[in-house]
């Protein structure tokens, strides 16, 4: 076999842009290559000398599908910082609100970007002609998380109402019920749609990768915990920057992320916390897993998509009974005075653990930054398991070895512009 080049222009059904490069001599694949081209945000520069109010607020424009990671992570690490502990009640309602986040963007994604590709279709809207019915559930189903965002955010799109010790306003216990038939439907329709997704033909693959995630004792996790590893070691959140590591590397703006305990990357996002955390998953969403016989382990990638639905399932179940629970939450938010300190979080995004630090003054205002997004985490690994498509596919027509590398990174959900309309593919047989 000849040497080959193959460049696929745009990837659609993925957040932000970026490329693929593959370079084949023969039978052996010289180079494998997520490039990512999006100019640098520069937050973390942005976010220096600011009075640590604004944080949640900036940071959530880092994303319009996640902001709401972006605003927890920066809150809970600040309030490390400044030894602020809320409520019970006030962190009910932090993880209500995450669960509106988890419904809207694993909503959009399972029927809109990922379903596409195990039906054969190009894009949604094609999708839609023959499957309509699925497609006006899984836009509903975003539908109820954009409410839930909005309610207790302010709006549904970049929220205002989260901050450091609680939130501005808290809603009247009357609009919290408004939502509960919605959600009882969403909760059968989110099973609907994970058996469903159970019914598809999935490549075989399996991935040799080491899942991480946060684990909490009591709970699935979201906001708080420690971070796990498949290996079967235990992080403390505090020792984040000393085992995760990031390096750049020349064809990417993104920073790619790898253990320096073992030199290997490792996979964030809904894989990894099923696989890590299956029986913390409300009762509903673990019967479920048994019915479809999702495994003890599951290391195909393509079935993330599955995870997802058990998990929106899960965030249903859990903003259920917080919604029907809900009763007042007494102040809004703890009062805090500035002092020097240096706070670190973790929380789970939509895409997997997001990692935040600040280092603040005596005068209140943010001395240094460091945001760690999911998907510049998962980039490392990407390129492994690309590396495996590529190998097991590699006699294949150009057009049909793209579509199948296409296809594996949109499993995982990458939310390029927060890692630094993807993916330009280049396959270059010398």
């Given at each position: 076999m000849g040497d080959r080049k193959i460049k696929v222009e745009t990837l659609t059904r993925v957040e932000g842009e970026g490329g693929l490069f593959i370079r084949m001599s023969g039978e052996t694949i010289e180079e494998v290559r997520l490039e990512i081209y999006e100019p640098p945000r520069l937050f973390e520069a942005l976010l220096r000398g600011r009075p640590l109010e604004d944080a949640p607020d900036i940071t959530a424009r880092i994303c319009g599908i996640c902001p709401v990671a972006y605003q927890m992570s920066s809150v809970h690490a600040l309030e490390a910082a400044l030894k602020v502990t809320v409520s019970p009640e006030i962190r009910r309602l932090r993880r209500l609100l995450y669960c509106g986040e988890w419904i809207e963007s694993h909503g959009l994604h399972m029927h809109l970007l990922h379903a596409p590709d195990f039906l054969g279709f190009e894009s949604g809207l094609e999708m839609a002609k023959q499957f309509p019915d699925e497609v006006n559930r899984g836009l509903r189903l975003k539908k109820h998380g954009n409410q839930l965002v909005d309610l207790?955010?302010?709006?549904?799109?970049?929220?205002?109402?989260?901050?450091?010790?609680?939130?501005?306003?808290?809603?009247?216990?009357?609009?919290?019920?408004?939502?509960?038939?919605?959600?009882?439907?969403?909760?059968?329709?989110?099973?609907?749609?994970?058996?469903?997704?159970?019914?598809?033909?999935?490549?075989?693959?399996?991935?040799?990768?080491?899942?991480?995630?946060?684990?909490?004792?009591?709970?699935?996790?979201?906001?708080?915990?420690?971070?796990?590893?498949?290996?079967?070691?235990?992080?403390?959140?505090?020792?984040?920057?000393?085992?995760?590591?990031?390096?750049?590397?020349?064809?990417?703006?993104?920073?790619?992320?790898?253990?320096?305990?073992?030199?290997?990357?490792?996979?964030?996002?809904?894989?990894?916390?099923?696989?890590?955390?299956?029986?913390?998953?409300?009762?509903?969403?673990?019967?479920?897993?048994?019915?479809?016989?999702?495994?003890?382990?599951?290391?195909?990638?393509?079935?993330?998509?599955?995870?997802?639905?058990?998990?929106?399932?899960?965030?249903?179940?859990?903003?259920?009974?917080?919604?029907?629970?809900?009763?007042?939450?007494?102040?809004?938010?703890?009062?805090?005075?500035?002092?020097?300190?240096?706070?670190?979080?973790?929380t789970e995004a939509p895409r997997g653990t997001l990692y935040h630090r600040y280092d603040i003054d005596d005068q209140g205002k943010i001395v240094e930054a460091c945001i760690v997004p999911p998907t510049s985490q998962n980039q490392a690994q990407i390129e492994v398991d690309l590396k495996h498509v590529v190998a097991e596919s590699i006699g294949n027509e150009e057009a049909e070895l793209a579509r199948k590398c296409e296809n594996l990174v949109r499993a995982y959900d990458p939310c390029i512009s927060c890692s630094t309309h993807f993916l330009k593919v280049t396959i270059d047989r010398d």
């Open positions: 207790l955010g302010g709006r549904a799109i970049h929220p205002v109402n989260v901050c450091v010790g609680g939130f501005y306003r808290i809603p009247r216990r009357n609009e919290f019920q408004k939502l509960i038939p919605d959600f009882e439907w969403g909760l059968n329709a989110a099973k609907e749609t994970t058996r469903w997704l159970a019914g598809f033909d999935f490549p075989e693959m399996e991935s040799d990768c080491d899942f991480v995630s946060l684990s909490h004792p009591d709970e699935y996790p979201m906001n708080e915990g420690v971070m796990k590893s498949s290996l079967g070691d235990v992080i403390d959140v505090e020792q984040y920057e000393e085992e995760f590591e990031e390096r750049q590397v020349p064809h990417s703006t993104a920073l790619q992320a790898f253990r320096k305990s073992t030199g290997r990357p490792y996979l964030l996002g809904p894989l990894s916390r099923i696989n890590l955390n299956r029986n913390q998953l409300f009762p509903q969403a673990r019967k479920l897993a048994d019915e479809i016989g999702w495994e003890s382990v599951c290391r195909n990638p393509h079935k993330a998509i599955i995870a997802r639905g058990l998990e929106i399932v899960h965030a249903y179940e859990e903003a259920l009974s917080i919604l029907r629970d809900q009763h007042p939450a007494g102040k809004p938010r703890e009062s805090y005075s500035p002092q020097a300190g240096t706070g670190k979080s973790a």
